[in-house]
């Protein structure tokens, strides 16, 4: 039996010059609606697999599409950072880097009370939300399904090791500010900037440089 741990966060990674627009839309809005109001101010994903994701249906929710919910990784020091630090994919357009992408954290259960409390829906993928042959659940007592270790790894060169880490949390169309806990930054520069930019916010999560959130 799969041991599944006790406490579980979510964690979104965003650029730090998107954080003021987060904050003054009092959250995070899925890609299809990021989409209509004009996009991000500064984007850091694939733009090929956010297209495909805004029309990959969400098994559990067939009506809905990857792309209309708000996605998190289950670990800090994701695949996709590790894409980004690289800057070498050809479908990247970023290539500013690490140091000023952040970590949004949040608790996953706190999460799904919340979800739940509104009547929206929430998913959680066993692998890449982006690929046509992951698998969807959308039950608590499912979370063992996920590869707990595969998500805990440093090293990820082993196939069956990223496939699961890469498992994902999905909320539907937004997620709120308020649920944010803490936000993890590379540099002390970078924590510079997001207290400052937090200096016109009500709500303000704990700030921590996180060396070990990084390559």
């Known amino acids: 039996m799969k041991v599944i741990p006790t406490q579980i966060h ?3 990674i965003t650029h730090i010059n998107n954080l003021p627009s987060i904050i003054k839309d009092g959250g995070l809005w899925s890609d299809a609606k990021m989409i209509a109001r004009g996009g991000p ?14 029309s990959l249906p ?5 009506q809905d599409c990857v792309g209309e919910y708000v ?10 950072l590790y894409l980004l630090h690289r800057g070498n994919h ?4 970023y290539h500013g880097g690490q140091e000023p992408i952040i970590h949004l954290e949040a608790d996953l259960y706190e ?17 890449n939300a982006g690929a046509v042959y992951t698998e969807f659940r959308n ?6 399904e996920i590869d707990w270790t595969a998500v805990a790894a440093k090293n990820f060169h082993d196939e069956q090791i990223k496939e699961g880490k890469q498992a994902e949390f999905l909320v539907y169309s937004f997620f709120p500010w ?10 002390l520069r970078i924590k510079k900037r997001v207290l400052q930019v937090l200096t016109g916010s009500e709500y303000q999560p704990f700030v921590e440089i996180r060396p070990d959130w990084y390559f």
């Open 178 to 187: 308020h649920l944010v806990r803490r936000i993890g930054v590379k540099s």
């Open 10 to 12: 979510i964690y979104h």
């Open 90 to 93: 050809p479908e990247l357009n």
């Open 111 to 127: 999460t799904v009370r919340w979800v739940e409390s509104q009547g929206q829906r929430w998913a959680f993928t066993l692998s």
């Open 139 to 144: 039950r608590l007592d499912q979370l063992g």
């Open 41 to 54: 101010v500064a984007s850091i994903g694939m733009s090929t697999i956010k297209q495909r994701r805004l």
């Open 58 to 62: 969400v098994k559990c929710y067939p």
């Open 71 to 80: 996605p998190f990784y289950f670990c800090p020091r994701s695949i996709m």
